[in-house]
């Protein structure tokens, strides 16, 4: 009788002790846990809410819900109000998407695969309670790419340096690192290269990595040789790679020439050469045409001088149709010539 005299005063003084304390938590304003107040789901707040991921990549939407019981969990999307997942089960066609939760564990991961930029949104994690839970989640696809500011194409000076800047400002959280390469081989400026390597710089080169909101790595290779020549590409872990083309020249050339000025530059270049030879045509044309005429009619003139047939041919302009016009106005000239006189012959006739 003591005894159960003794415990049930223990657990009045265990209770009294609960009121006072659940009484001085709301005086100083301190939300009363939920779990404490009721045996209800509810759910986690310590998990990332804001995810972003690269297109083509897995992104991983994680929801917590403590204290779940009989309870089940749903993935809804919320731009067509579609179930996705509805405890392990998946309720959708696009196989890209599915549900992963380890044994009695409280987290249930939305895994999306290969995620593009029209997965973007809101997506829901529900618990099918009276009335029903709901934790919203946002999910950002970007598209993440390197890009190395300026032309494709670098033109430096034999002995001046050169400096490749290469930039990701989209991307996960964690925008990974940046490496870059010279053809297929990767450049780190603390390796040693043998004395016949024509890639042979390591006291020339130097690499630094900014990270902020953008991630940006800086190249720098100091009194550029003709055999730094080549393809270099900025390679990231989490983005898509991009490359730039350096030619080192040995002469008087403006630095950081760009590709797309030589190339205006030799249009122009053969459009003057292809007006030059077609007015040299024309002019050369009438120069052999005259010459032709003359030695025509001079030959018709004089009977020493025999009528040869010419074959010259030059451009598109066949010169025996020169010769038959030619030959054709001699004649006429000659019978104007003849006509006056065998007008006297007939007067001195008569």
């Given at each position: 009788?003591?005894?159960?005299?003794?415990?049930?005063?223990?657990?009045?003084?265990?209770?009294?002790?609960?009121?006072?304390?659940?009484?001085?938590?709301?005086?100083?304003?301190?939300?009363?846990?939920?779990?404490?107040?009721?045996?209800?789901?509810?759910?986690?707040?310590?998990?990332?809410?804001?995810?972003?991921?690269?297109?083509?990549?897995?992104?991983?939407?994680?929801?917590?819900?403590?204290?779940?019981?009989?309870?089940?969990?749903?993935?809804?999307?919320?731009r067509?109000?579609?179930?996705?997942?509805?405890?392990?089960?998946?309720?959708?066609s696009?196989?890209?998407?599915?549900v992963?939760?380890a044994?009695?564990?409280?987290?249930?991961?939305?895994?999306?695969?290969?995620?593009?930029?029209?997965?973007?949104?809101?997506y829901?994690?529900q618990?099918?309670t009276?009335?029903?839970?709901?934790?919203?989640?946002?999910l950002?696809?970007?598209?993440a790419?390197?890009v190395?500011?300026?032309?494709?194409?670098?033109?430096?000076?034999?002995?001046?340096?050169?400096?490749?800047?290469?930039?990701?400002?989209?991307?996960?959280?964690?925008?990974?690192?940046?490496?870059?390469?010279?053809?297929?081989?990767?450049?780190?400026?603390?390796?040693?290269y043998?004395?016949?390597?024509?890639f042979?710089?390591?006291?020339?080169?130097?690499?630094?990595?900014?990270?902020?909101?953008?991630?940006?790595?800086?190249?720098?290779?100091?009194?550029?040789?003709?055999?730094?020549?080549?393809?270099?590409?900025?390679?990231?872990t989490?983005?898509?790679?991009?490359?730039?083309?350096?030619?080192v020249?040995?002469?008087?050339?403006?630095?950081?020439?760009?590709?797309?000025?030589?190339?205006?530059?030799?249009?122009?270049?053969?459009?003057?050469?292809?007006l030059?030879?077609?007015?040299?045509?024309?002019?050369?044309?009438?120069?052999?045409?005259?010459?032709?005429?003359?030695?025509?009619?001079?030959?018709?003139?004089?009977?020493?001088?025999?009528?040869?047939?010419?074959?010259?041919?030059?451009?598109?302009?066949?010169?025996?149709?020169?010769?038959?016009a030619?030959?054709?106005?001699?004649?006429?000239?000659?019978?104007?010539?003849?006509?006056?006189?065998?007008?006297?012959?007939?007067?001195?006739l008569?």
């Amino acid at each position: 009788m003591y005894i159960s005299n003794g415990i049930a005063v223990f657990i009045l003084v265990f209770h009294l002790k609960f009121i006072q304390d659940m009484t001085k938590a709301s005086a100083n304003g301190t939300n009363i846990p939920e779990h404490i107040m009721s045996l209800h789901p509810y759910f986690g707040f310590d998990v990332q809410r804001n995810v972003t991921a690269r297109v083509g990549s897995t992104a991983f939407l994680q929801c917590k819900v403590e204290q779940l019981g009989d309870k089940s969990v749903s993935w809804i999307r919320k731009r067509d109000l579609h179930i996705l997942t509805a405890g392990v089960l998946t309720y959708t066609s696009d196989e890209r998407f599915q549900v992963i939760r380890a044994d009695r564990s409280d987290r249930w991961t939305l895994q999306i695969k290969f995620p593009q930029l029209r997965d973007s949104g809101i997506y829901e994690c529900q618990v099918n309670t009276e009335p029903k839970m709901s934790m919203a989640f946002r999910l950002n696809v970007v598209e993440a790419k390197a890009v190395i500011p300026g032309p494709s194409d670098i033109y430096v000076k034999q002995g001046s340096e050169v400096v490749l800047t290469c930039v990701v400002s989209q991307g996960p959280h964690e925008l990974g690192q940046i490496f870059w390469l010279r053809g297929k081989q990767m450049i780190d400026p603390k390796t040693r290269y043998h004395l016949n390597d024509i890639f042979e710089y390591p006291d020339r080169i130097t690499i630094s990595t900014e990270s902020g909101d953008v991630l940006q790595s800086r190249l720098t290779i100091s009194t550029a040789r003709l055999s730094d020549s080549g393809n270099y590409s900025c390679m990231p872990t989490n983005a898509e790679g991009t490359s730039a083309i350096v030619h080192v020249i040995n002469g008087e050339f403006p630095a950081a020439m760009q590709r797309g000025c030589a190339s205006n530059n030799i249009n122009l270049s053969i459009l003057l050469y292809i007006l030059s030879l077609s007015l040299l045509i024309q002019y050369l044309n009438r120069i052999l045409s005259t010459f032709i005429v003359l030695h025509v009619i001079s030959s018709h003139r004089n009977p020493i001088i025999h009528d040869t047939p010419y074959q010259f041919q030059l451009g598109f302009t066949r010169l025996p149709a020169l010769l038959d016009a030619s030959s054709s106005s001699s004649s006429a000239a000659a019978a104007a010539a003849a006509a006056p006189t065998a007008k006297s012959s007939a007067l001195n006739l008569r």
